[in-house]
Every structure is written in C-alpha cells, then in structure tokens.
C-alpha cells in the first residue's frame, strides 16, 4: 500500500509517500521559518497561505521522486490536528480533495502520533512497547506504547512544553525564531559551572513536568545580570548553557523514572527537542546504564515533516481504519 502524507499543522508543509513493502518512497519538506522570523514567532494566516502556494507543487515532487503517478496511490494521510486551524484545513481539505476524485481511503492522523511513530522511519525501529519521550513545540510527554493506538500517558508538561520553553529563552537572549538550536548553539561556548538552574518538579514522584518556572528563572538572571552590568556575550551563553543542562537534566530525570516505573527497556524520542545533541549524549548514557536502548529519528524527522504522517497512516490504515465520514477534520486542540 503506498500513502501519501500531508502535514500542514503548523509552519512547515510536508508531504512524504510511505510504501508499506518498501518503506519511504519519497519526502520533501518547504519550510515557513525565514517569514515567521521577522514576527518572532508564527503568525497564523501566513502559515495558512503559504501552505496553500506550496502543497500542491511539493505533493507533485513526490510522485516524480517516487515514480508514480498520483492514480498509483492507494490511500491518503494528512495530519487532522493539533495545530493551528486554517494551517490543518489547507492539508485536510486537499487531502479530502485528492482522495475524493481519486476514489482512494483518506486519514485523519494526529500529529503526536506522527512524532512518536517516527523513529519507526529508520533502519533499525524500535519494536512495542517502548517509553516514548514527546518534546516539541507544543507538548512535553511522557507515554507507555504497547502498540499502535495503545498508549498510556505516563506523564506530562503543566504549562510550557520544552521546546516552548527553548524559544522564550532564545528571545530573551536576543536570539531569533525558533530558539531551540540557536540556545544550543549559544551554549556549547557556555560555561556549565556558572550558574545552576533549578530543575522542576523532580524533587517529587511523578512524571509531569513544568517549565515554565525556568523560564521566569532566566528571565530573573538576565536581568541581574543586566543590573550588575555583566551581560556580555559570554554571560549570555553561560544562561544558555546552564538552561539546556537544567532542561536536558529535567527530561533524563523523568524518563529514567519512566524506565524505571514501566520496567520497560526502550526510550524512544520524538518532536523538535529531541534533536538536541546534549539530550541524546545524556539519555544514550542513561539507558546504557539500565542496558536499554534508545531510539530516535534523523534530524529532519525530529521537526515536523510529512514522513511521519504517512507512516502513521499507512499503519492505521493497514489495520483497517478509514475515515468513513467523508468529513474534513481540523481539530486545533486534540488530546
Ligand atoms: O516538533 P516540532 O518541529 O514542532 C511542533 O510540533 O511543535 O518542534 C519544534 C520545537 C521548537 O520549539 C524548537 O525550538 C525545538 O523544537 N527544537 C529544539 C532543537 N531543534 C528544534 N530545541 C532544542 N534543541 C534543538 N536542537
Ligand atoms: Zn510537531
């Protein structure tokens, strides 16, 4: 079965076709970042009408990377929520579209699953059931994976997700949108015993998480700095250094305790954060220690991608799902 993926969730416009035989056929990406950057962050109805001037064009360059002719497909995933609204109409409305004059099953996926079935793209997946570490823009999870659909979560972000986090901090350090690699970059010149973070919540049982504390931390640092007259470049990336050790702490905390809880031997990451390099050294060790295995995808299907979403459909729809409403799903906000 061979299915194209669409993901139009938030700023980037993927589309990927996933061959069930032959696994990933072809994948192509156009990235929103260098518009956003100017506003700091993403502004909603340009995302939508990029989205709109891009897709059909990238849904092309896949069926010639593939070889196929678009008669050749046999179903259609796109990425039905979360995310921002207009940005999920313009991917579940030409996936409908397509679907509909190709007389093919189209799917409605959720973006997390995306993220979380992603390692599944490489060479060596990850087998059920894992521990998956979630870490994007908008989520920080925690979930117990017994097999597709069979998810437990373990444990989540109360406010701010990770990533999020990562990018109010890169603003306040005068860094531009998306934070997250430029706070990464900023601080491997950091110097780690300068200052120390608190790291949240992991002085009590459970496995939720809260960043937004840390966020207000860095924000209280800079600005003695500021104070003290002591804000230079490498006080900047000593801030730097000493938020992503207490973030990067923070995550192999809880996933050790996740480990530990499901007595569960594989750690899969996923989403946007999980291609900080800090994290992926700091739980390789950590599993190691427990002779578990960690699983995580390549850098370009860490962010978001189409990849992942045709994967997740092509699983979904090879255990019999379909979405037989006929009706478009663009759900903003989908636990
Ligand atoms: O999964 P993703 O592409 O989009 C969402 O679904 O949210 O994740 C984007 C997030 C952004 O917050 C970005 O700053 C963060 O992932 N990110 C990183 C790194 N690369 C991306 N955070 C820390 N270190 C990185 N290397
Ligand atoms: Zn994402």
């Known amino acids: 079965m061979r299915v194209l993926g669409i993901e139009t969730s938030c700023d980037e416009t993927g589309v990927a076709i996933y061959d069930t035989e032959r696994g990933l056929l072809a994948d192509a990406l156009y990235s929103q970042v260098a518009m956003h950057a100017e506003y700091g962050g993403v502004v909603p109805e340009l995302a939508s009408r990029d989205h709109t001037r891009r897709l059909l064009p990238l849904i092309q360059q896949v069926l010639e990377e593939a070889g196929m002719q678009r008669s050749e497909l046999d179903a259609i995933a796109y990425t039905a929520g979360p995310g921002l609204v207009g940005a999920l109409m313009v991917g579940a409305s030409t996936a409908h579209g397509m679907a509909r004059a190709l007389g093919i099953p189209v799917l409605g996926v959720h973006h997390m699953e995306g993220h979380l079935l992603a390692p599944m793209l490489e060479e060596s997946p990850p087998a059920f059931p894992f521990v998956a570490l979630l870490v994007s823009g908008g989520h920080t999870q925690l979930v117990e994976v017994h097999g597709l659909g069979l998810y437990r979560l373990l444990g989540e972000s109360v406010d701010d997700a990770a990533g999020e986090a990562f990018d109010k901090t890169a603003?306040?350090?005068?860094?531009?949108?998306?934070?997250?690699?430029?706070?990464?970059?900023?601080?491997?010149?950091?110097?780690?015993?300068?200052?120390?973070?608190?790291?949240?919540?992991?002085?009590r049982p459970g496995l939720d998480f809260s960043f937004s504390g840390l966020k207000t931390h860095t924000l209280t640092t800079l600005r003695q700095l500021e104070q003290a007259g002591e804000l230079d470049d490498q006080a900047r990336a000593d801030v730097a250094r000493a938020f992503e050790e207490a973030v990067v702490d923070t995550l192999t905390i809880k996933c050790r305790r996740a480990l530990d809880d499901t007595g569960l031997k594989r750690l899969v990451m996923a989403g946007g954060v999980s291609a900080n390099q800090r994290l992926r050294e700091r739980l390789a060790t950590e599993?190691?220690?427990?002779n578990a295995q960690v699983f995580y995808p390549r850098g370009r299907f860490c962010t978001d991608n189409g990849a992942m979403i045709a994967l997740a459909g092509a699983l979904r729809l090879q255990a019999g799902e379909r979405d037989e409403t006929g009706q478009m799903k663009a759900v903003p906000r989908w636990p």
Do not use: C, H, I
Not at 184 to 202: D, H, I, S, V, Y
Not at 287 to 290: E, H, P
């Open 171 to 203: 603003k306040m350090l005068g860094l531009s949108y998306p934070g997250g690699p430029q706070v990464a970059r900023l601080a491997e010149t950091g110097n780690p015993g300068r200052f120390r973070f608190p790291r949240p919540m992991t002085d």
């Open 287 to 290: 599993v190691a220690k427990r």
